[in-house]
């Protein structure tokens, strides 16, 4: 290989280096750039920098098309791990709260009548059992109506704004024999579901809305629950998981936090109370 050959190569990867953030932010990489760098770098090679018509050269001199490829690799993998700004969070949240509110009013309307609002004895009724015979009071049954229209909501809004940044109700399950998360099929789910086999799905994670990496529901940013208080003025709180189970000594924000390994504290929404961390 000729000496100028060399010095292209020597050349074109340091800049690949620096594209991947991996040489410039150390003490070694620094002394490379501003000494071996600017002695490897052949005043042929600097002159293609400034000549695009040296971009359709073949053999030794064909570099910037290779380098090209190599940055556009390096482009696509921070866009398939891009996260969310604080201003787009912002408005996540924004419309999160909008959701609450409106499903919040769409389902007392519904179900009470029109300008009517839940008594605190009202939400304490039993209104039904379910199929494992437990109470269902209206507080239950009227939360259960709210999320779904909410979840909704998020669903067709969040899709046409941050398409591929969000999942709805994403079951995480933290294997404690590998320690890794896995991220359970809906269809699996389902079929668990039917055939009474809740065992599986002890130990799971569902938060309602979770913020992750461009394409990635591994890479949370963070996690949102909707919250939907019967007829209380209290702001609500993360519900606490039964005692003897998998995470008896958490609630879900502390569970979200920790097993999810969120890069932001996880949110609970609500029509009164907004955003509550």
Known sequence: MSQVSSAVLRAVAWWVCVLLAGCSTTSTGRHERSGRYEQTVDSATNACLRNPACYTQVGDDAVLPWLSRAASG???VVAT???????ELAQVEEILVDCAK????EVNERMLGEGKRPTREWCEKEVRRDARNNVVTWAMEMGSAKHEVALECARARLGE???GSFSVEPRYFPDARTSQLRLLEPDEVRQWLADGLFH???????PDVVIHAQGDPLKMQTA?????????PSEPSWSPYPRGGPHSTQDQGDAYLRLLMLQIKPARVSPRWGISR
Request: charged share 20%.
């Open 161 to 163: 704004r941050f398409p």
């Open 102 to 105: 409106r499903a919040n009013f």
């Open 81 to 87: 791990l891009r996260f969310l700004e604080a201003a």
């Open 74 to 76: 390096a482009r696509t």
């Open 224 to 232: 949102y629950d909707f919250k939907f208080p019967c007829a209380s």
């Open 200 to 206: 599986l799905l002890a130990g799971t994670l569902v």
